[in-house]
Protein backbone atom coordinates (compact mmCIF):
# COMPACT_ATOMS: atom_id res chain seq x y z
CA UNK A 1 0.00 0.00 0.00
CA UNK A 2 0.92 3.73 -0.61
CA UNK A 3 1.19 5.27 2.81
CA UNK A 4 2.07 9.43 3.88
CA UNK A 5 3.00 10.08 7.12
CA UNK A 6 2.47 13.50 7.92
CA UNK A 7 4.89 14.58 11.33
CA UNK A 8 7.78 12.34 11.81
CA UNK A 9 8.03 12.51 15.83
CA UNK A 10 7.50 9.80 18.35
CA UNK A 11 4.32 8.07 16.73
CA UNK A 12 5.01 8.92 12.79
CA UNK A 13 8.67 7.75 12.53
CA UNK A 14 7.70 4.75 14.19
CA UNK A 15 4.49 4.24 12.40
CA UNK A 16 6.31 5.31 9.44
CA UNK A 17 9.06 2.18 9.92
CA UNK A 18 6.77 -0.54 10.99
CA UNK A 19 4.52 0.10 7.92
CA UNK A 20 7.42 -0.27 6.01
CA UNK A 21 8.94 -3.37 7.32
CA UNK A 22 5.50 -5.15 6.56
CA UNK A 23 6.17 -3.97 3.24
CA UNK A 24 3.81 -0.70 2.15
CA UNK A 25 5.91 2.05 0.62
CA UNK A 26 6.04 5.09 3.09
CA UNK A 27 6.49 8.65 2.44
CA UNK A 28 7.87 10.33 5.77
CA UNK A 29 6.69 14.20 5.15
CA UNK A 30 7.86 16.86 7.94
CA UNK A 31 8.02 20.68 8.14
CA UNK A 32 11.44 19.95 9.84
CA UNK A 33 14.10 20.68 7.60
CA UNK A 34 16.79 20.04 9.74
CA UNK A 35 14.91 16.53 10.56
CA UNK A 36 14.29 15.08 7.29
CA UNK A 37 17.87 16.39 6.18
CA UNK A 38 19.51 14.22 9.04
CA UNK A 39 16.91 11.18 8.13
CA UNK A 40 18.06 11.54 4.42
CA UNK A 41 21.66 10.55 6.07
CA UNK A 42 20.46 8.09 7.95
CA UNK A 43 20.22 10.12 10.98
CA UNK A 44 17.76 9.16 13.59
CA UNK A 45 16.22 12.17 15.69
CA UNK A 46 14.84 10.29 18.22
CA UNK A 47 15.94 7.61 20.63
CA UNK A 48 13.68 4.02 20.41
CA UNK A 49 14.59 1.11 20.81
CA UNK A 50 14.68 -1.05 17.65
CA UNK A 51 13.65 1.73 15.54
CA UNK A 52 16.97 2.82 14.31
CA UNK A 53 17.60 -0.81 12.84
CA UNK A 54 13.82 -0.62 11.30
CA UNK A 55 14.28 2.78 9.62
CA UNK A 56 17.54 2.33 7.87
CA UNK A 57 16.75 -0.85 6.25
CA UNK A 58 13.79 0.21 5.38
CA UNK A 59 15.74 3.21 3.72
CA UNK A 60 17.90 0.89 1.88
CA UNK A 61 15.22 -1.26 0.52
CA UNK A 62 13.77 1.93 -0.98
CA UNK A 63 10.33 1.45 1.02
CA UNK A 64 10.85 4.72 3.20
CA UNK A 65 11.47 8.00 1.95
CA UNK A 66 12.08 11.12 3.57
CA UNK A 67 10.56 14.47 2.26
CA UNK A 68 9.12 17.77 3.43
CA UNK A 69 7.15 18.27 0.47
CA UNK A 70 3.87 17.41 1.12
CA UNK A 71 2.58 17.90 -2.06
CA UNK A 72 4.67 14.25 -3.55
CA UNK A 73 3.03 12.69 -0.10
CA UNK A 74 -0.50 13.28 -0.84
CA UNK A 75 0.13 12.48 -5.06
CA UNK A 76 1.88 9.42 -4.59
CA UNK A 77 -0.23 7.96 -1.82
CA UNK A 78 -3.70 6.45 -1.10
CA UNK A 79 -3.36 6.52 3.13
CA UNK A 80 -2.00 10.02 4.46
CA UNK A 81 -1.57 9.50 8.07
CA UNK A 82 -1.60 12.69 10.11
CA UNK A 83 1.08 12.55 13.27
CA UNK A 84 1.76 16.21 14.17
CA UNK A 85 1.98 17.39 17.85
CA UNK A 86 -1.00 18.40 19.54
CA UNK A 87 0.76 19.96 22.19
CA UNK A 88 -1.22 22.31 25.32
CA UNK A 89 -2.62 25.43 24.32
CA UNK A 90 -2.36 29.00 26.65
CA UNK A 91 -6.00 27.88 27.84
CA UNK A 92 -5.58 24.39 28.43
CA UNK A 93 -7.12 23.35 25.51
CA UNK A 94 -5.74 20.73 22.80
CA UNK A 95 -3.79 23.03 20.05
CA UNK A 96 -5.10 21.47 17.80
CA UNK A 97 -3.65 24.18 14.61
CA UNK A 98 -0.79 21.69 12.94
CA UNK A 99 -3.45 19.33 12.51
CA UNK A 100 -5.66 22.21 10.71
CA UNK A 101 -2.98 23.03 9.05
CA UNK A 102 -1.95 19.76 7.27
CA UNK A 103 -5.00 19.53 6.52
CA UNK A 104 -5.53 22.67 4.83
CA UNK A 105 -2.51 21.55 3.01
CA UNK A 106 -3.87 17.92 1.87
CA UNK A 107 -6.76 19.97 1.02
CA UNK A 108 -5.46 22.10 -1.21
CA UNK A 109 -3.03 19.55 -3.19
CA UNK A 110 -6.04 16.80 -3.62
CA UNK A 111 -6.58 15.65 -7.12
CA UNK A 112 -7.39 12.42 -6.53
CA UNK A 113 -9.58 10.29 -3.95
CA UNK A 114 -7.23 9.91 -0.49
CA UNK A 115 -7.93 8.42 3.11
CA UNK A 116 -6.53 10.59 5.59
CA UNK A 117 -6.29 8.94 8.62
CA UNK A 118 -5.66 10.96 12.46
CA UNK A 119 -2.56 9.34 14.82
CA UNK A 120 -2.46 12.87 16.57
CA UNK A 121 -4.04 12.82 20.18
CA UNK A 122 -7.11 14.99 18.97
CA UNK A 123 -10.26 16.46 21.38
CA UNK A 124 -13.20 14.62 20.50
CA UNK A 125 -15.36 16.58 16.91
CA UNK A 126 -11.64 17.47 15.57
CA UNK A 127 -12.76 14.73 12.67
CA UNK A 128 -15.60 17.31 11.79
CA UNK A 129 -13.55 20.11 11.69
CA UNK A 130 -10.91 18.84 9.76
CA UNK A 131 -13.52 16.65 7.35
CA UNK A 132 -15.46 20.28 7.25
CA UNK A 133 -11.86 22.01 6.13
CA UNK A 134 -10.97 19.65 3.37
CA UNK A 135 -14.58 19.92 1.93
CA UNK A 136 -14.56 23.69 2.08
CA UNK A 137 -11.62 23.87 0.15
CA UNK A 138 -11.88 20.80 -2.58
CA UNK A 139 -14.55 18.82 -4.24
CA UNK A 140 -12.39 15.67 -4.45
CA UNK A 141 -13.96 12.66 -2.35
CA UNK A 142 -11.86 11.79 0.22
CA UNK A 143 -12.92 9.64 4.01
CA UNK A 144 -11.52 10.61 7.05
CA UNK A 145 -10.71 8.25 10.17
CA UNK A 146 -9.60 8.75 13.15
CA UNK A 147 -7.50 5.94 14.58
CA UNK A 148 -5.64 6.90 17.59
CA UNK A 149 -2.32 5.86 18.41
CA UNK A 150 -1.35 3.89 21.81
CA UNK A 151 2.07 2.95 21.54
CA UNK A 152 4.37 3.58 24.41
CA UNK A 153 7.72 5.34 23.99
CA UNK A 154 10.23 3.07 25.00
CA UNK A 155 8.33 0.08 23.39
CA UNK A 156 7.01 1.88 20.55
CA UNK A 157 8.05 -0.23 18.18
CA UNK A 158 7.12 -3.74 20.07
CA UNK A 159 3.78 -2.00 20.44
CA UNK A 160 3.15 -1.22 16.82
CA UNK A 161 4.26 -4.62 15.54
CA UNK A 162 1.94 -6.08 18.37
CA UNK A 163 -0.96 -3.97 19.58
CA UNK A 164 -2.67 -4.57 22.18
CA UNK A 165 -5.71 -3.45 19.68
CA UNK A 166 -6.06 -0.78 16.91
CA UNK A 167 -9.16 1.65 16.77
CA UNK A 168 -10.47 2.34 13.32
CA UNK A 169 -12.90 5.42 13.91
CA UNK A 170 -15.33 5.44 10.53
CA UNK A 171 -18.41 4.94 9.36
CA UNK A 172 -17.27 3.80 6.24
CA UNK A 173 -17.54 -0.06 5.20
CA UNK A 174 -14.93 0.20 2.65
CA UNK A 175 -12.14 2.56 4.75
CA UNK A 176 -12.72 -0.13 7.22
CA UNK A 177 -11.98 -2.85 5.03
CA UNK A 178 -8.60 -1.09 3.86
CA UNK A 179 -7.28 -0.11 7.57
CA UNK A 180 -7.68 -3.90 8.48
CA UNK A 181 -5.74 -5.06 4.97
CA UNK A 182 -3.49 -2.46 5.86
CA UNK A 183 -2.90 -3.52 9.50
CA UNK A 184 -3.47 -7.50 9.39
CA UNK A 185 0.37 -8.14 9.22
CA UNK A 186 0.25 -7.08 12.96
CA UNK A 187 -2.45 -9.12 13.85
CA UNK A 188 -1.15 -12.57 13.49
CA UNK A 189 -2.17 -14.13 16.89
CA UNK A 190 -5.29 -12.69 16.99
CA UNK A 191 -7.36 -9.85 15.43
CA UNK A 192 -7.30 -7.01 17.92
CA UNK A 193 -9.20 -4.35 15.56
CA UNK A 194 -12.19 -2.67 17.26
CA UNK A 195 -14.36 -0.41 14.68
CA UNK A 196 -16.45 2.54 15.52
CA UNK A 197 -17.86 6.02 15.05
CA UNK A 198 -15.03 9.05 14.95
CA UNK A 199 -16.58 10.59 17.87
CA UNK A 200 -15.93 7.25 20.40
CA UNK A 201 -12.56 6.75 18.38
CA UNK A 202 -11.18 10.25 19.43
CA UNK A 203 -12.78 9.94 22.82
CA UNK A 204 -11.05 6.24 23.75
CA UNK A 205 -7.72 7.66 23.53
CA UNK A 206 -8.29 10.51 26.37
CA UNK A 207 -10.13 7.80 28.32
CA UNK A 208 -7.58 5.76 27.86
CA UNK A 209 -4.84 8.14 29.30
CA UNK A 210 -6.25 9.78 32.01
CA UNK A 211 -7.58 5.78 32.85
CA UNK A 212 -3.82 4.97 33.46
CA UNK A 213 -2.65 8.45 35.11
CA UNK A 214 -5.21 7.73 37.54
CA UNK A 215 -3.77 4.26 38.91
CA UNK A 216 -0.02 6.22 39.37
CA UNK A 217 -1.82 9.31 41.17
CA UNK A 218 -4.34 6.72 42.87
CA UNK A 219 -1.06 4.52 44.20
CA UNK A 220 0.42 7.83 44.63
CA UNK A 221 -1.60 9.25 47.15
CA UNK A 222 -2.12 5.96 48.75
CA UNK A 223 1.83 5.57 49.02
CA UNK A 224 1.42 9.12 51.20
CA UNK A 225 -0.84 7.63 53.96
CA UNK A 226 1.49 4.29 53.54
CA UNK A 227 4.44 6.84 55.06
CA UNK A 228 2.15 8.36 57.67
CA UNK A 229 0.97 5.21 58.79
CA UNK A 230 4.69 2.74 58.33
CA UNK A 231 2.96 0.42 55.76
CA UNK A 232 5.06 -0.57 52.75
CA UNK A 233 3.68 0.83 49.70
CA UNK A 234 5.37 -1.71 47.66
CA UNK A 235 3.64 -4.51 49.96
CA UNK A 236 0.25 -3.00 49.23
CA UNK A 237 1.00 -2.33 45.18
CA UNK A 238 1.32 -6.09 45.44
CA UNK A 239 -1.53 -7.08 47.12
CA UNK A 240 -3.79 -4.97 45.01
CA UNK A 241 -2.22 -5.75 41.58
CA UNK A 242 -2.39 -9.63 41.96
CA UNK A 243 -6.16 -9.02 42.15
CA UNK A 244 -7.77 -9.87 39.00
CA UNK A 245 -9.89 -7.43 38.77
CA UNK A 246 -7.41 -4.78 39.35
CA UNK A 247 -3.99 -5.99 37.64
CA UNK A 248 -0.54 -4.98 38.31
CA UNK A 249 0.27 -2.30 35.52
CA UNK A 250 0.26 1.49 36.14
CA UNK A 251 0.51 1.12 40.09
CA UNK A 252 4.03 1.66 40.87
CA UNK A 253 4.35 4.33 43.64
CA UNK A 254 7.27 7.37 43.02
CA UNK A 255 7.27 10.69 41.35
CA UNK A 256 4.56 10.70 39.28
CA UNK A 257 3.90 10.49 35.54
CA UNK A 258 4.71 12.65 33.31
CA UNK A 259 5.48 13.03 29.03
CA UNK A 260 3.82 14.47 26.23
CA UNK A 261 0.92 12.83 26.50
CA UNK A 262 -0.27 12.41 30.22
CA UNK A 263 -0.12 15.45 31.66
CA UNK A 264 -1.42 17.60 28.00
CA UNK A 265 -3.95 14.77 27.22
CA UNK A 266 -5.49 15.21 30.98
CA UNK A 267 -5.66 19.25 30.49
CA UNK A 268 -7.21 19.00 27.18
CA UNK A 269 -9.88 16.58 28.66
CA UNK A 270 -10.64 18.84 31.72
CA UNK A 271 -11.00 21.85 29.04
CA UNK A 272 -13.28 20.15 27.21
CA UNK A 273 -15.45 19.32 30.49
CA UNK A 274 -15.36 22.53 30.93
CA UNK A 275 -16.50 23.85 27.68
CA UNK A 276 -19.55 21.65 28.07
CA UNK A 277 -20.77 22.48 31.72
CA UNK A 278 -19.18 18.20 32.80
CA UNK A 279 -16.99 19.19 35.30
CA UNK A 280 -14.15 15.81 34.88
CA UNK A 281 -13.29 16.12 38.91
CA UNK A 282 -11.44 12.92 38.65
CA UNK A 283 -9.08 14.18 35.69
CA UNK A 284 -8.52 17.05 38.19
CA UNK A 285 -7.54 15.52 41.11
CA UNK A 286 -5.32 13.00 39.01
CA UNK A 287 -3.27 15.96 37.87
CA UNK A 288 -3.19 17.14 41.72
CA UNK A 289 -2.27 14.39 42.79
CA UNK A 290 0.79 14.24 40.50
CA UNK A 291 1.99 17.63 41.63
CA UNK A 292 1.63 16.41 45.12
CA UNK A 293 3.94 13.74 44.86
CA UNK A 294 6.67 15.27 43.04
CA UNK A 295 6.32 17.80 45.40
CA UNK A 296 6.70 15.59 48.68
CA UNK A 297 9.44 13.81 46.92
CA UNK A 298 11.28 17.05 46.95
CA UNK A 299 10.06 18.13 50.02
CA UNK A 300 11.85 14.79 51.16
CA UNK A 301 15.22 15.87 49.62
CA UNK A 302 14.98 19.79 50.96
CA UNK A 303 14.06 18.83 54.06
CA UNK A 304 17.15 16.55 54.53
CA UNK A 305 19.34 19.03 53.15
CA UNK A 306 17.51 22.29 55.47
CA UNK A 307 20.08 25.19 55.85
CA UNK A 308 22.84 23.95 53.95
CA UNK A 309 21.41 23.94 50.45
CA UNK A 310 23.72 26.07 48.74
CA UNK A 311 26.35 23.57 49.89
CA UNK A 312 24.76 20.69 48.54
CA UNK A 313 25.45 18.53 45.48
CA UNK A 314 22.70 16.01 44.35
CA UNK A 315 23.97 13.00 41.79
CA UNK A 316 21.02 12.29 40.31
CA UNK A 317 20.46 9.27 38.05
CA UNK A 318 17.83 9.84 35.28
CA UNK A 319 16.17 12.77 33.22
CA UNK A 320 14.07 10.95 30.88
CA UNK A 321 10.12 11.10 31.76
CA UNK A 322 10.61 7.28 31.96
CA UNK A 323 13.03 4.13 30.68
CA UNK A 324 13.64 3.43 27.05
CA UNK A 325 13.27 7.08 26.34
CA UNK A 326 15.37 10.29 25.18
CA UNK A 327 12.17 12.46 25.90
CA UNK A 328 12.17 14.65 28.94
CA UNK A 329 8.89 16.62 27.65
CA UNK A 330 6.94 17.33 31.32
CA UNK A 331 9.51 14.98 32.90
CA UNK A 332 9.28 14.22 36.69
CA UNK A 333 12.89 14.50 36.58
CA UNK A 334 13.26 18.32 35.17
CA UNK A 335 10.06 19.25 37.55
CA UNK A 336 11.93 18.04 40.54
CA UNK A 337 15.46 19.24 39.39
CA UNK A 338 13.97 22.41 38.46
CA UNK A 339 12.77 22.75 41.94
CA UNK A 340 15.97 21.31 43.44
CA UNK A 341 18.07 24.50 41.31
CA UNK A 342 15.61 26.83 42.77
CA UNK A 343 16.84 25.71 46.24
CA UNK A 344 20.25 26.28 45.41
CA UNK A 345 21.50 23.01 45.11
CA UNK A 346 23.56 21.91 42.13
CA UNK A 347 22.99 19.02 40.55
CA UNK A 348 25.25 16.44 38.57
CA UNK A 349 22.98 14.43 36.67
CA UNK A 350 23.27 10.97 34.36
CA UNK A 351 21.00 9.82 31.97
CA UNK A 352 21.68 7.22 29.13
CA UNK A 353 20.00 8.70 26.17
CA UNK A 354 18.37 11.64 27.73
CA UNK A 355 21.43 14.23 29.15
CA UNK A 356 20.99 16.20 25.62
CA UNK A 357 17.35 17.19 25.91
CA UNK A 358 17.40 17.41 29.22
CA UNK A 359 20.42 20.11 29.17
CA UNK A 360 18.34 22.37 26.63
CA UNK A 361 14.88 21.66 28.76
CA UNK A 362 17.24 22.82 32.16
CA UNK A 363 19.10 26.22 30.09
CA UNK A 364 22.26 24.15 30.40
CA UNK A 365 21.68 24.51 34.61
CA UNK A 366 22.71 20.98 35.69
CA UNK A 367 26.02 19.70 35.07
CA UNK A 368 25.76 15.68 32.94
CA UNK A 369 27.66 13.01 32.85
CA UNK A 370 28.71 10.22 30.96
CA UNK A 371 28.10 7.72 33.41
CA UNK A 372 26.29 7.13 36.76
CA UNK A 373 29.06 6.80 38.84
CA UNK A 374 31.05 9.81 37.39
CA UNK A 375 27.75 11.73 38.53
CA UNK A 376 28.62 10.59 42.24
CA UNK A 377 31.97 11.96 43.18
CA UNK A 378 31.54 13.86 46.15
CA UNK A 379 28.24 14.06 45.69
CA UNK A 380 26.15 14.55 49.09
CA UNK A 381 23.45 12.12 48.26
CA UNK A 382 21.89 10.11 44.99
CA UNK A 383 18.92 10.41 43.82
CA UNK A 384 17.18 8.23 41.21
CA UNK A 385 14.47 10.25 39.08
CA UNK A 386 13.76 7.55 35.92
CA UNK A 387 13.62 3.94 36.29
CA UNK A 388 16.07 2.88 33.86
CA UNK A 389 16.91 -0.89 34.23
CA UNK A 390 20.97 -0.36 34.24
CA UNK A 391 20.39 1.81 37.70
CA UNK A 392 18.58 -1.38 39.09
CA UNK A 393 21.99 -3.36 40.51
CA UNK A 394 24.05 -1.11 40.79
CA UNK A 395 27.83 -1.45 42.91
CA UNK A 396 26.81 -0.34 45.84
CA UNK A 397 30.10 -0.26 47.37
CA UNK A 398 31.23 2.29 44.81
CA UNK A 399 28.47 3.88 45.42
CA UNK A 400 28.85 4.69 49.04
CA UNK A 401 32.76 5.17 47.99
CA UNK A 402 32.39 7.91 45.92
CA UNK A 403 29.07 9.64 47.88
CA UNK A 404 30.34 12.18 50.82
CA UNK A 405 27.46 10.30 52.45
CA UNK A 406 26.02 7.22 51.63
CA UNK A 407 22.43 8.08 51.27
CA UNK A 408 20.26 7.38 48.45
CA UNK A 409 16.67 9.16 47.53
CA UNK A 410 14.69 6.84 45.55
CA UNK A 411 11.76 8.50 43.29
CA UNK A 412 11.17 5.31 41.61
CA UNK A 413 11.77 2.46 44.29
CA UNK A 414 13.83 0.74 42.54
CA UNK A 415 16.02 -1.08 45.42
CA UNK A 416 14.60 -3.51 48.31
CA UNK A 417 15.08 -1.84 51.19
CA UNK A 418 17.06 -3.99 53.36
CA UNK A 419 19.56 -4.60 50.86
CA UNK A 420 20.44 -0.84 50.41
CA UNK A 421 20.17 -0.80 54.36
CA UNK A 422 23.03 -3.75 54.40
CA UNK A 423 24.78 -1.72 51.91
CA UNK A 424 25.09 1.09 54.72
CA UNK A 425 22.92 3.53 53.33
CA UNK A 426 20.59 5.85 54.56
CA UNK A 427 17.29 4.61 51.85
CA UNK A 428 14.52 6.90 51.07
CA UNK A 429 11.81 5.39 48.96
CA UNK A 430 8.18 6.55 47.99
CA UNK A 431 5.28 4.66 50.25
CA UNK A 432 8.32 3.57 52.77
CA UNK A 433 9.77 5.03 56.18
CA UNK A 434 13.31 6.07 55.86
CA UNK A 435 15.74 3.18 56.21
CA UNK A 436 18.43 3.66 58.35
CA UNK A 437 21.61 1.95 57.77
CA UNK A 438 21.76 -1.36 60.09
CA UNK A 439 25.88 -1.11 59.66
CA UNK A 440 27.86 1.80 61.08
CA UNK A 441 29.04 4.24 58.27
CA UNK A 442 32.55 4.38 58.12
CA UNK A 443 34.66 7.41 59.28
CA UNK A 444 34.61 9.13 55.42
CA UNK A 445 31.02 9.14 55.88
CA UNK A 446 30.63 10.45 59.32
CA UNK A 447 32.46 13.47 58.60
N1 LIG B 1 4.68 10.30 21.93
C1 LIG B 1 3.82 9.34 22.28
O1 LIG B 1 4.13 8.42 23.02
C2 LIG B 1 2.41 9.36 21.71
C3 LIG B 1 1.63 8.23 21.85
C4 LIG B 1 0.34 8.25 21.33
C5 LIG B 1 -0.14 9.39 20.72
N2 LIG B 1 0.65 10.49 20.62
C6 LIG B 1 0.12 11.66 19.94
O2 LIG B 1 0.68 11.68 18.64
C7 LIG B 1 0.93 13.03 18.21
C8 LIG B 1 2.39 13.21 17.86
O3 LIG B 1 3.15 13.00 19.02
P1 LIG B 1 4.75 12.87 18.96
O4 LIG B 1 5.20 12.57 20.32
O5 LIG B 1 5.12 11.95 17.85
O6 LIG B 1 5.12 14.36 18.57
P2 LIG B 1 6.54 14.92 18.08
O7 LIG B 1 6.61 16.31 18.58
O8 LIG B 1 7.62 13.96 18.44
O9 LIG B 1 6.41 14.92 16.48
C9 LIG B 1 5.57 15.76 15.78
C10 LIG B 1 6.20 16.04 14.43
O10 LIG B 1 5.27 16.78 13.65
C11 LIG B 1 6.00 17.73 12.90
N3 LIG B 1 5.09 18.79 12.46
C12 LIG B 1 4.47 19.72 13.21
N4 LIG B 1 3.71 20.53 12.45
C13 LIG B 1 3.84 20.08 11.17
C14 LIG B 1 3.31 20.48 9.93
N5 LIG B 1 2.47 21.50 9.85
N6 LIG B 1 3.66 19.80 8.82
C15 LIG B 1 4.51 18.76 8.89
N7 LIG B 1 5.05 18.32 10.06
C16 LIG B 1 4.72 18.98 11.18
C17 LIG B 1 7.09 18.20 13.85
O11 LIG B 1 8.16 18.81 13.17
C18 LIG B 1 7.47 16.88 14.51
O12 LIG B 1 8.51 16.23 13.81
C19 LIG B 1 0.44 13.91 19.35
O13 LIG B 1 -0.88 14.27 19.11
C20 LIG B 1 0.51 12.99 20.55
O14 LIG B 1 -0.38 13.37 21.57
C21 LIG B 1 1.92 10.50 21.09
Redesign the pocket.
Known sequence: MKICV???????LVTAGCLAEAGSDVIC????RK?IEGLKSGVIPIYEPGLTEIVKHNQKLGRLHFTTDLKHGVDNSLLIFL????PTAKDGSCDIS?VL??AHQIAENLSDYRIIAT???VPVGTYKKVTDLIKSKTDTPFDYVSNP?????GAAVEDFMSPDRIIIGTNSPDVRRTLKHLYNPFMRKSIRILFMDPASAEMAKYAANVMLATRISFMNEISALCEKLDADAELVRRAIGSDSRIGSAFLFPGVGYGG??FPKDIRALIHTGSELGVKMTIAESVQLANINSQLRFIKRITDYFEGRESNTVLAVWGLAFKARTDDVRESPAIFCIKKLLESKMKINAYDPEAASAALAALDGKIETFKSGYDALDSADALVILTDWQEFRNPDFELIASKLKKPVIFDGRNLYDPDVVRNAGFEYHSVGRKPNLPTQPQNKKHES
Not at 6 to 12: E, H, I
Not at 29 to 32: E, F, I, L, M, T
Not at 149 to 153: D, Q, S
Open positions: VGVGYVGVDNDKAVGTAAVKSTEFLKESC
